[in-house]
């Protein structure tokens, strides 16, 4: 079965440092990959996206994620962090041949401080 | 402006009790989904519909059930049968009916439900 993993649960950094939040799939072929960003009570919006071509894409908010096949990874990045990141970080996964379905990961939910 | 909304923001059921949630957008889209999101658990894919009066059950199906009447709307009904109804749910939508799955999924901004 198709999954996605999001290793660390909870992240905290300070305002102004640099951020990875990481993403593993298990997929065989090459999936659509998502980061999605969702502030407490609301619902996702959607920070970036990969679907063919450079494997390093650039997102909204001075996000980036880049695709390693040979990891199966979609790590998310940005070099410094501003407080109204804090947030809960959803990584996910698509293709047709999942029946078409997207699957989530279970969130990094990242503070800020000062 | 165009989106997706999902009223009430609150909902709360008693015990036996069929609760409606509404989801409608304004985005002409062909798929619309709904996921229930429990803490630590991520996002579960209850139904989704890639057209008009079809639908199909998502993994966590049991106790709900939809209807796609209108293609701007897509209500989910909490059943009776759901036995732990409490969680934040999230509809949404994606442009294609041919590429759900493929194409990103825009989210309204949730319902929560809870249990009396």
């Known amino acids: 079965a198709q999954s996605v993993t999001q290793p660390d649960i909870h992240i905290t950094v300070s305002e102004g440092a640099s951020l990875e939040l990481r993403c593993n799939y298990s997929y065989g072929a090459t999936p659509y990959l998502f980061w999605y960003v969702q502030s407490p009570g609301q619902g996702l919006q959607l920070l970036l996206k990969y679907f063919s071509g450079d494997t390093l894409v650039q997102g909204i908010k001075g996000f980036e994620a880049e695709f390693k096949r040979s990891q199966s990874s979609f790590n998310l990045r940005k070099p410094s962090v501003h407080w109204s990141d804090a947030a809960e970080y959803f990584c996910?996964?698509?293709?047709?041949?999942?029946?078409?379905?997207?699957?989530f990961g279970t969130g990094t939910s990242l503070t800020v401080i000062p | 402006d165009g989106g997706i909304t999902q009223s009430p923001k609150y909902l709360f059921r008693k015990e036996g009790q069929n609760v409606t949630l509404s989801c409608e957008q304004n985005?002409?889209?062909?798929?619309m989904y709904w996921y229930r999101q429990d803490p630590g658990q991520g996002l579960r894919l209850i139904y989704y519909?890639?057209?008009?009066?079809?639908?199909q059950k998502g993994d966590i199906a049991e106790g709900y059930s939809v209807s796609r009447e209108k293609k701007e709307s897509f209500p989910l009904t909490v059943t009776s049968a759901q036995k732990n109804p409490t969680a934040f749910y999230l509809c949404a939508s994606s442009i294609d009916r041919d590429r759900v799955g493929e194409e990103t999924q825009y989210f309204g901004p949730g319902t929560r439900l809870l249990v009396l």
């Open positions: 985005l002409n889209h062909d798929a």
């Open positions: 519909s890639q057209i008009v009066n079809d639908f």
């Open positions: 996910a996964v698509g293709a047709p041949e999942t029946g078409n379905q997207f699957y």
